[in-house]
């Protein structure tokens, strides 16, 4: 025969429903309260980031290394009639077709830009140059600019600060003019460099014609060279040059 439960037994049984019910309620107030602090914390931390500080953590700095002013300084010579500007990213002379599309385009060019445009006085670009380092220049920066200005109408050209171009040649391809009498003469390195870049420039051309692959004609010292992505390292992050000793003043 079953035993019936007394008054005390059941006033126990609810006290404790009670007594739980009321555990789990302040266990979420206090959940929800951790979630809403961690939330109000994330935010002053992003408004902290964004606030500007009364003093600026940085110093001045060159915008060209040793063997890029060398190039500078050549160019010039080499253009004297026109501005030679250094470093502009590549979505400051150039815009998309479909202005739908500029942010996605915006985004997958960020990063990249020439060492040196050729600028005429109305500003507008009619050559880049890119100087190698010291690992070279990866082939997809490379075919990446080597596609997109060409397509642009605009030359692009890739050169080693040790071994310049015959400048008559560079005017040509970017100017279509014969070159000035005062142009810095060529040395026999320079025009090996010369036959040299025709060759990657035709190559550059007819794979660019069947199917904008990635180029093969490369330097040995491109070959052999880390490849990298093409965003090029911005020395801001870095060291400006490779050289310890300081930049020759001018």
């Known amino acids: ?22 555990g789990l309620l302040a266990g979420g107030l206090g959940l929800t309260t951790y979630l809403l602090r961690r939330g ?52 400051r002379f150039t815009m998309p077709r479909a202005p739908g599309e500029g942010q996605e385009w915006f985004e997958l060019l960020a990063g990249a830009y020439c060492s040196f445009s050729v600028c005429d006085d109305n500003g507008r670009v009619l050559g ?14 490379r075919q990446l600019k080597q596609t997109l200005l060409s397509q642009c109408g605009i030359g692009y050209w890739v050169i080693s600060a040790e071994s310049l171009p015959d400048p008559g040649r560079l005017r040509a391809d970017f100017l279509g003019t014969p070159a000035p009498d005062s142009l810095p003469p060529q040395s ?26 990635v180029l093969e004609a490369v330097d040995q010292a491109e070959q052999d060279s880390e490849i990298m992505p093409w965003p090029q390292a911005d020395s801001f992050l ?3 040059d490779s050289r310890r000793s300081e930049l020759e003043k001018v």
Do not use: Y
Not at 1 to 22: K, R
Not at 54 to 69: D, F, K, T
């Open 1 to 22: 025969m079953e035993q019936a439960l007394s008054p005390s037994t059941g006033s126990t049984g609810i006290l404790i429903f009670i007594l739980v019910a009321v």
């Open 40 to 91: 109000d914390g994330k935010r002053r931390s992003a408004a902290a980031k964004r606030r500007l500080p009364a003093q600026w953590p940085l110093n001045p700095r060159p915008l060209a290394n040793s063997g890029e002013r060398h190039v500078w300084h050549w160019l010039r010579q080499t253009f004297p009639e026109h501005h030679v500007m250094v470093k502009l990213p590549v979505t």
């Open 128 to 141: 880049c140059v890119d100087v190698m380092g010291p690992r070279g220049l990866s082939r997809g920066n």
């Open 188 to 213: 026999e390195q320079a025009r090996l460099e010369a036959v040299r870049h025709r060759l990657h420039e035709s190559l550059d051309r007819k794979r660019s014609r069947r199917h904008n692959h």
């Open 238 to 240: 870095g060291t400006l």
